[in-house]
């Protein structure tokens, strides 16, 4: 059984940047790929990031260049970080755990096993 608790959401300006955080417990998280998603009202659920037990990771093109999402195994630890935020990022982020995938990543959250219970980001106009 794998825990994850995020951290980091907030309101923040257009232009501004937060960093997220989801510390994991139980399982092996140096195994683990690991992906944030993130969900609009009335939008499913979307890939945002993800990070492989390898260290590769993977980009929606909607964030890539302004996202980067990294991993401290000493810490079971995943981290977003989100520089010039937009409106459109608005959204409730949630962290998730893949158990079964080493070396790959996936951008499919029905590949997830566990997931966080999200935090909000709001991003001011």
């Known amino acids: 059984q794998v825990q994850l608790v995020e951290s980091g959401g907030g309101l923040v300006q257009a232009g501004g940047s937060l960093t997220l955080s989801c510390a994991a417990s139980g399982g092996t998280f140096s195994n683990n790929a690991m992906g944030w998603f993130r969900q609009a009202p009335g939008k499913e659920r979307e890939f945002v990031a993800a990070?492989?037990?390898?260290?590769?990771?993977g980009y929606a093109d909607t964030v890539k260049d302004r996202f980067t999402i990294s991993r401290d195994n000493a810490k079971n630890t995943v981290y977003l970080q989100m520089n010039s935020l937009k409106p459109e990022d608005t959204a409730v982020y949630y962290c998730?755990?893949?158990?079964?995938?080493?070396?790959?990543?996936?951008?499919?959250?029905?590949?997830?096993?566990?997931w966080g219970q999200g935090t909000q980001v709001t991003v001011s106009s």
């Open positions: 990070i492989s037990s390898g260290g590769t990771t």
């Open positions: 998730a755990a893949n158990i079964r995938s080493l070396y790959t990543y996936s951008r499919t959250p029905t590949q997830y096993d566990y």
